[in-house]
């Protein structure tokens, strides 16, 4: 029973636990910012070039479909080679998204802990020091 009651204390410590809903959130935000990246961004800088982006590639090798030679012996079709390029653009706009909303919230989050280290203020010197630092300081005259 030890083992089973530490593992709960563990799961329940507040770290745990945050990161786990901020986990889930991430992944929830990720989907949002992919869907207005393939949504809306995409499309928009698709009309710019006359295409949706996330279907823009560069075609290395075309493919060949499936057919027969003179024989009559049936030949392997040959898969097209692309570069997917404009899906790379759609995700690397989707990570500059997610990069800068995380760099606001950290900064944000940094900012609330300065300004709550601040206003804790150290507690002055306990009676007993003040009455010392007012000897000593009597004893330097």
């Known amino acids: 029973m030890g083992f089973i009651k530490e593992f709960k204390d563990f799961a329940m410590k507040g770290n745990l636990v945050d990161i786990s809903v901020a986990f889930v959130m991430g992944g929830a935000f990720g989907k949002l910012v992919s ?47 692309v570069i997917k390029w404009g899906e790379f653009l759609s995700t690397g706009i989707n990570f500059i998204i997610v990069a800068f909303v995380m760099f606001i919230l950290i900064k944000g989050l940094n900012a609330m802990k300065k300004k709550h280290a601040d206003a804790q203020v150290a507690p002055g010197p306990s009676s007993t020091d003040a009455l010392l630092m007012e000897i000593r300081d009597s004893l330097k005259k």
């Open 35 to 81: 869907s207005l990246t393939d949504g809306i961004i995409a499309p928009l800088i698709g009309m710019i070039g006359g295409a949706d982006l996330n279907k823009d590639v560069w075609v290395i090798q075309k493919g060949v479909a499936a057919s027969k030679d003179a024989t009559g012996k049936e030949v392997a079709a040959i898969q097209e080679v």
